[in-house]
């Protein structure tokens, strides 16, 4: 599989290959995501796992930055999506 980079999304993406370009950002930032969900996950397992009366801070300053950088991803991808909806 070919790597994907980030696209910007240019105001005039009513071209065919515009929407390809709007694709390729779509699957990179829901990629983005579930790496992010991923990770706090596997952070919370590991706490659930290891049983530690008090987990170091490092554990959830990782999962919150994880789900911050998820939540910024998804601010990215509604409007676009909205955008593509409303033509």
């Known amino acids: 599989m070919g790597t994907l980079h980030y ?7 009513d071209r065919p290959a515009d929407q390809v370009s709007i694709g390729q950002r779509i699957m990179y ?8 969900i991923a990770t706090a996950r596997g952070m919370l397992l590991l706490l659930k796992l ?12 990782l999962i919150i930055k994880e789900i911050n950088r998820a939540n910024s991803l998804m601010e ?6 909205r ?3 409303a033509e």
């Open 50 to 61: 290891t049983g530690e009366p008090e987990p170091p801070r490092e554990f959830y300053d």
């Open 7 to 13: 696209l910007p999304v240019r105001e005039d993406a």
């Open 83 to 85: 955008s593509q909806y």
């Open 76 to 81: 990215v991808l509604l409007p676009l999506a």
């Open 29 to 36: 930032d829901i990629h983005q995501i579930k790496n992010s």
